[in-house]
């Protein structure tokens, strides 16, 4: 087992992969989708919330992430005695239409396939993912943590249905004419994603890269009247049955399978981890159940985190850890405060398993 740190944009820079390394990290996992770009939310230093319309913009439609600049951050990364584990989430400039099987779907599991090319081109090992029509939409911030420390939460369901022009919790057309994405079923949302896998696992064995599926965060059936795949902990079994090939990964989230309401974390984790399908573990805290959570530090919440260490370790999972989100701290660097708090916690849990 291995530490990372998340970093979003605008936070990939020598600094933080310092940072990174100080606070006891030996990876990174980079976010390339501007969350921030021309929205309404909390600070940039915190994960993004957003508002009905999203966290704001999606990006190019028309600029894919090359090889090129992709081995730039690898090599800015290990620049600094780290090594760059995964790309975190497409961009939905890039695939909308795969989602919303729209008009270009075609030509946008063409820009996929060749983002994952220029991955394994640039020797990434990893893309992290989350099919999600609705995205990370519906929370709340407030002093949610100990001591008054802000964090993210959810006060209740959210379905006010999405404009056109919307996906993914981002606006990739804003010119969009009037109206709402009309609601599909989840089992039309499992199609999509059965065609999704079969036309771009084969390419991502070839390139070497691991596609990772993040369940849907928040965990619940619906979110703005659109259906959710991974909402319980069972369902991550059917994405995993739906294609057999060995790069149909899981970018587990411990936080979200804590907020599911049904299921057990502890055996979610001893089930995913005892067939190898971790490509990478978000590991954070949580109290209460979706619709009604909230983000807690590390050591506070509903998860025996140590407990969780111990079952990923006896299956030996060698994969790396990143905290995920933590509250922020009442000081001059709220995040960074955060992810060092969560990290030192991480680090004295894994050494305290596996003695120097
Ligand atoms: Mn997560």
Same mark, same amino acid.
């Given at each position: 087992m291995q530490l990372g740190l998340g970093l979003y944009r605008h936070m990939l820079t020598r600094d933080n992969f310092q940072f990174a390394r100080q606070a006891g990290a030996t990876h990174i996992v980079a976010h390339l989708v501007d969350y921030f770009k021309g929205g309404a939310?909390?600070?940039?230093? +915190?994960?993004?919330? !957003?508002?009905?319309?999203?966290?704001g913009q999606a990006g190019d439609p028309e600029k894919l992430w090359s090889a090129g600049e992709l081995r730039d951050l690898r090599q800015a990364v290990e620049a600094e005695g780290l090594k760059l584990e995964a790309i975190e989430n497409f961009d939905p400039a890039h695939w909308h239409d795969v989602l919303l099987d729209g008009p270009k779907k075609s030509r946008q599991l063409e820009n996929v396939k060749t983002i994952i090319r220029n991955l394994g081109e640039a020797g990434i090992p990893i893309m992290g993912y989350n099919f999600s029509l609705a995205g990370v939409c519906g929370r709340t911030t407030?002093?949610?943590?100990?001591?008054?420390?802000?964090?993210?939460? #959810?006060? !209740?369901?959210?379905?006010?249905?999405?404009?056109?022009? #919307?996906?993914? +919790?981002?606006?990739?057309?804003?010119?969009?004419?009037?109206? %709402?994405?009309?609601?599909?079923?989840?089992?039309?949302?499992?199609?999509?994603?059965?065609?999704?896998?079969?036309?771009?696992?084969?390419? *991502?064995?070839?390139?070497?890269?691991?596609?990772?599926?993040?369940?849907?965060?928040?965990? %619940?059936?619906? #979110?703005? !009247?659109?259906?959710?795949?991974?909402?319980?902990?069972?369902?991550?079994? &059917?994405?995993?049955?739906?294609?057999?090939?060995? $790069? +149909? *990964?899981?970018?587990?989230?411990?936080?979200?399978?804590?907020? #599911?309401? *049904?299921?057990?974390?502890?055996? *979610?984790?001893?089930?995913?981890?005892?067939? !190898?399908?971790? $490509?990478?573990?978000?590991?954070?805290?949580?109290?209460? &159940?979706?619709?009604?959570?909230?983000e807690t530090f590390i050591d506070e919440g509903d998860v025996d985190v140590p407990r969780v260490l111990r079952i990923l370790k006896q299956n030996n999972f060698g994969g790396v850890i990143i905290p995920d989100h933590t509250p922020q701290m009442s000081c001059a660097a709220p995040w960074h405060a955060g992810m060092a708090y969560a990290l030192g916690y991480l680090r004295a849990a894994v050494q305290g398993l596996v003695p120097a």
């Open positions: 939310h909390n600070p940039d230093d +915190n994960q993004p919330t !957003g508002t009905p319309r999203g966290w407030g002093p949610y943590a100990r001591g008054g420390a802000m964090s993210v939460g #959810m006060e !209740g369901p959210l379905e006010e249905p999405m404009p056109h022009g #919307m996906v993914w +919790n981002m606006v990739y057309d804003a010119n969009a004419p009037k109206g %709402l994405v009309p609601p599909i079923t989840h089992a039309e949302l499992w199609r999509r994603l059965e065609i999704f896998l079969r036309e771009i696992l084969p390419v *991502a064995e070839e390139a070497n890269v691991k596609l990772a599926l993040h369940p849907d965060d928040p965990p %619940l059936p619906t #979110m703005r !009247g659109q259906p959710r795949l991974v909402y319980q902990p069972q369902l991550y079994q &059917k994405v995993i049955d739906l294609n057999p090939s060995p $790069a +149909n *990964a899981l970018e587990f989230c411990v936080g979200t399978l804590a907020e #599911m309401s *049904a299921g057990d974390v502890y055996d *979610a984790v001893d089930t995913y981890s005892r067939l !190898g399908r971790l $490509a990478y573990v978000h590991l954070r805290n949580v109290h209460g &159940k979706a619709p009604f959570y909230r």
